[in-house]
């Protein structure tokens, strides 16, 4: 029974972010091969109402890109052509800081609540993946609606579909460039639009499919940059009827569509209701590079869209990519250094399967070293992992997103603020200094006493990333309750040494002590 | 006089120890009294070049700027001439003793060769060092980090600011020194009785024991600074503000651990778009404490200024033609600042392509004849002393100096 309690943990530890209050029994009852079967197909797990009530709170997340661009962009209530004011620019900010923070709090909030929690971890996972930083200009109207629209719809899908999806978005578009990506002397190619840009092209092989081992040269970048000419942002924006809209972004006028051939226009896929009207991701034959090019050593016949998508149809059949793609979910899910035989497995279903990210998940699960309990609690969690399973544990309602933000921040992992496209790393070397250690413990401190009044509205003038302060008793949030809180994590977690020191110290340390210790550093 | 801030560790790196700051200092008071130092500056939102190093010997400059150009030389409220031919912004005037010393210089028209007029995207390829390039993984003050010779502690490396900048991003030990409210505040775990019962639960020799307990001692050690601080503090004339406090706490770590060889530091607020105001307003607003700030610092060095380079710079200038807002907006070349006892000043270098229409870049902006790149290797080489290999490794694939400025370290 003792090994059946440390699986349940393990499980409850490796497919989500720790247990919340009953977490345990319920995987006890449900039985743990059931319980994961579950988690693979998230529709069969009920959504409690009150969380689907708070998810429907955050207005821009049912927004698609044309839709946040025009209610919160940078040209709301401006007549074309016109500058705004100091006071506008800064109503302007405000309005980007919403949508940012609905974002920020949506993600927190269904990885702490949502009986989910694969799907949750999976949007993790793949966001980073697919990485765009939200810092960037036009990215932060738009990355919630690419975790929307892009990321979500495909978690447990096929890779192919992902791939396509992530492409096209204008999140995408816009963080790695390929909006302006234009063929050298084609019609269309002027002023901003003035060349080929290569970085998503070559991001799309380095970290997307085939990986940076993944054979591939400097001319197979080229070919691929040429594939995606044109592959861009189109209108946004209410045309008047009959007339090509004028668009506009924080980077000056975009390209007016002319007459003759017209710009080929596609909704997002998979965007339900909300991608009824005009989509964002053109295709402009104008810009695009119609000649013959050698991708990987195949011919791919210069066509106009139907390149990129042949291309992508490649990459993501690529052996090299299945590889790629299986090493770094076992990275996530396993280990840092995962056993080769899992990820040759791994990959070989992905390859028989053409990317079944359900079925390749289900090889892991059922591995022989997904389950030894010499595995079990041997990981360090990241930020992220952290600050999220301890939320979990001591059960805490969150209403205010912005301290949990804060201490991401301050830790080095605030959700969607990796600048770079390889998105945040999950391994211990990546995460484990002292000053984290610092840190992680005087959140502990801070939480367990309830100084972070998660629970209570939002205050003026907490400064944002300030470490939390030490409150008095009238002033703090509900204190965590360290009986409750072994229960939740089970006691057998931690050591009979841990549990010695914190039977020893005074009762309103103890729950600190509990979040802080090695053993719930470790997951 | 003492000023300590928490420091603050950053990088991934585990192991190594910053409870020897103190030690270090002793330790390098001895061997070759002066390491030598860059001081790099980046002003985030693009800084108007134009109007910093005014060319107002030069009509064109004032057509394109009919409310916004700062005055010529000698005229009231005029630029401060350098040479004849370019004149100082005046709210920079605390930076003319330098430039008389000539231990001050700019390079004009000088910046990225990526056409990118996003922020987000200029400044990541300036302090990745790789235009064009996303996925360079590290910042080109940690690959400099690497690549100094001599000894390296935690501190060689110091940014200032709340979190890890781009710059010095990678796998080199950087210490993050916090600026301005948030650096006094405590932690929970600084309370003793905090302190004594999680030491319980970390007395093992296993990784996060041992890393525990060197973040404990490092936070002891930088509490002990902070009371002696407050204690002078009650001494003291009220500390100066913003930009100068900044740079006096450099100056203080300097005295105290002379290994500081690379710092940075970054401001804000320089995108202006909106009434950037002329020889005075907003943009003179923001250069004033800037000056005031590398004033103290070149002062505050005293006789190590003769061994610290410190070089201001900005992701992209902007547009040569004022807007209809009386500000300008984003554009492409711009002046470099460079500073220090080893610099060859009291010169503008560059090739200066001028502001006729042909020769702008894109027809709107000032061209880019120096790249930001190939400024910073000169002073890495002749200054930092760096061999050819090592210069590729932190700058790859930067183009040679072009002449006009190799005699300027």
Redesign the interface.
Same mark, same amino acid.
């Given at each position: 029974m003792a090994n059946g309690s440390a699986l349940i943990r393990h499980v409850s530890d490796r497919l989500g972010y720790g247990p919340r209050p009953g977490d345990l029994d319920r995987i006890a009852e449900t039985g743990v091969d059931r319980w994961i079967d579950q988690q693979l197909h998230p529709a069969s797990i009920p959504v409690p109402p009150q969380l689907d009530q708070r998810m429907a709170q955050f207005v821009t997340l049912r927004m698609s890109p044309p839709q946040l661009f025009v209610e919160y962009g940078p040209r709301v209530g401006l007549e074309p052509g016109a500058?705004?004011?100091?006071e506008e620019?800064q109503e302007r900010a405000r309005r980007l800081q919403f949508v940012v923070g609905e974002a920020i709090a949506a993600r927190l909030m269904r990885a702490i609540e949502s009986p989910r929690q694969l799907e949750e971890l999976l949007a993790e996972f793949w966001f980073n993946h697919f990485n765009v930083?939200i810092?960037?200009?036009l990215d932060r109207l738009w990355t919630g609606a690419y975790v929307e629209e892009a990321i979500r719809p495909h978690l447990f899908g096929r890779f192919r579909d992902l791939l396509g999806a992530t492409a096209k978005h204008p999140a995408m578009l816009f963080y790695?460039?390929n909006w302006l990506n234009t063929a050298p002397g084609s019609p269309g190619a002027r002023?901003?639009f003035?060349g080929l840009n290569?970085?998503y092209a070559?991001?799309l092989m380095?970290?997307h499919t085939l990986g940076v081992d993944g054979g591939y040269s400097q001319a197979d970048v080229i070919a691929l940059a040429r594939i995606l000419t044109g592959w861009t942002i189109g209108p946004i924006g209410p045309g008047r009827q009959g007339q090509q809209p004028r668009v506009t972004s924080?980077?000056?006028p975009m390209r007016i569509f002319r007459g003759g051939e017209r710009p080929r226009v596609e909704g997002p896929r998979a965007l339900g209701p909300r991608g009824q009207g005009r989509g964002v991701f053109v295709f402009d034959p104008d810009r695009h590079d119609g000649t013959d090019k050698t991708l990987l050593g195949r011919l791919i016949r210069g066509r106009g869209i139907e390149e990129g998508e042949e291309a992508l149809d490649m990459l993501a059949r690529s052996p090299a990519t299945a590889r790629h793609i299986s090493l770094k979910l076992a990275q996530f899910l396993l280990a840092d250094h995962p056993d080769k035989q899992v990820v040759d497995a791994m990959a070989k279903t992905f390859l028989g399967s053409d990317g079944d990210i359900t079925a390749v998940l289900r090889t892991l699960f059922a591995s022989e070293a997904f389950r030894a309990p010499s595995s079990f609690g041997t990981r360090?969690k990241t930020p992220y992992r952290y600050v999220v399973s301890a939320v979990r544990a001591a059960g805490v309602p969150v209403v205010n997103f912005r301290p949990l933000e804060g201490i991401l921040?301050?830790l080095?992992e605030r959700p969607y603020a990796c600048?770079?496209?390889?998105g945040y790393k999950s391994s211990?070397?990546?995460?484990?200094?002292?000053?984290?250690?610092?840190?992680r413990?005087?959140f502990a401190?801070?939480f367990a006493r309830g100084n972070m009044r998660l629970e209570l509205p939002p205050e003026e003038g907490m400064?944002q %990333? @300030? /470490?939390?302060?030490?409150r008095p008793p009238a002033q703090r949030g509900t204190v965590v309750d360290p009986a409750a809180l072994l229960k939740t994590l089970g006691e057998d977690r931690f050591s009979q040494r841990?549990l010695a020191?914190i039977i020893?110290?005074?009762p309103e340390?103890r729950s600190?002590?509990l979040l %802080? @210790? /090695?053993e719930f550093?470790?997951f | 006089m003492l000023r300590r801030e928490f420091l603050r560790l950053s990088t991934a790196a585990a192991g190594l120890s910053i409870i020897d700051i103190g030690a270090r200092a002793w330790a390098a008071s001895g061997d070759d009294a002066s390491p030598r130092r860059l001081v790099v500056v980046l002003l985030r939102g693009a800084v108007d070049g134009l109007n910093v190093v005014v060319p107002y010997s030069d009509t064109i400059y004032y057509e394109a700027r009919p409310t916004i150009a700062v005055p010529r030389a000698r005229q009231q409220d005029g630029a401060l001439d350098l040479d004849g031919r370019f004149g100082l912004h005046p709210a920079l005037a605390p930076l003319m003793p330098m430039w008389q010393e000539r231990s001050l210089a700019f390079i004009h028209a000088a910046g990225s060769p990526d056409p990118t007029r996003s922020h987000f995207d200029a400044q990541d390829y300036m302090e990745s060092g790789t235009p064009g390039r996303k996925a360079t993984p590290d910042g080109w003050m940690n690959r400099l980090l690497a690549q100094l010779p001599g000894k390296r502690s935690a501190t060689t490396g110091v940014a200032f600011g709340p979190t890890l900048p781009r710059s010095f991003a990678g796998e080199m030990r950087v210490t993050n020194i916090a600026t301005g409210r948030a650096a006094n505040n405590p932690m929970p775990i600084d309370r003793p009785i905090i302190n004594a019962a999680f030491d319980q639960l970390y007395s093992g020799d296993d990784p996060l024991s041992r890393a525990y307990r060197e973040g404990v001692g490092a936070r002891a050690k930088l509490l002990d600074d902070l009371q002696q601080d407050m204690v002078q503090a009650d001494h003291g004339a009220p500390s100066p503000v913003g930009f100068a406090q900044d740079t006096q706490h450099l100056v203080d770590l300097i005295k105290r651990d002379p290994g500081v060889q690379l710092a940075f530091f970054d401001l804000g607020g320089w995108d202006t778009h909106v009434n950037q105001g002329t020889s005075e307003g907003q943009l003179a607003n923001h250069l004033k404490p800037l000056a005031e700030g590398l004033g103290v610092l070149a002062r505050g060095l005293g006789a190590s200024y003769r061994d610290t380079v410190i070089v201001v710079m900005s992701e992209f200038g902007r547009t040569v033609h004022e807007n209809g807002n009386r500000g300008t907006d984003h554009g492409h070349g711009n002046a470099m600042w460079v500073m220090g006892g080893a610099v060859k000043g009291g010169r503008v270098y560059g090739v200066w392509p001028g502001l006729t229409d042909s020769a702008l870049y894109q027809g709107r902006d000032l061209a880019v004849t120096t790249d930001f790149r190939s400024a910073l290797a000169l002073v890495l080489e002749r200054h930092l002393r760096l061999d050819k290999h090592a210069l590729d490794l932190v700058f790859p694939g930067a183009p040679p100096a072009p002449a006009a400025i190799t005699g300027m370290v």
């Open positions: 500058k705004p004011t100091p620019q930083f810092g960037k200009e790695l460039d002023g901003q003035e290569e970085n070559r991001e380095e970290l924080f980077l000056g360090f921040n301050q080095g600048l770079t496209p390889d211990e070397d990546a995460w484990l200094n002292p000053d984290a250690m610092m840190r413990v005087s401190v801070a400064e %990333g @300030a /470490p939390p302060p030490l841990t020191a020893g110290a005074a340390l600190a002590m %802080g @210790a /090695p550093m470790r | -």
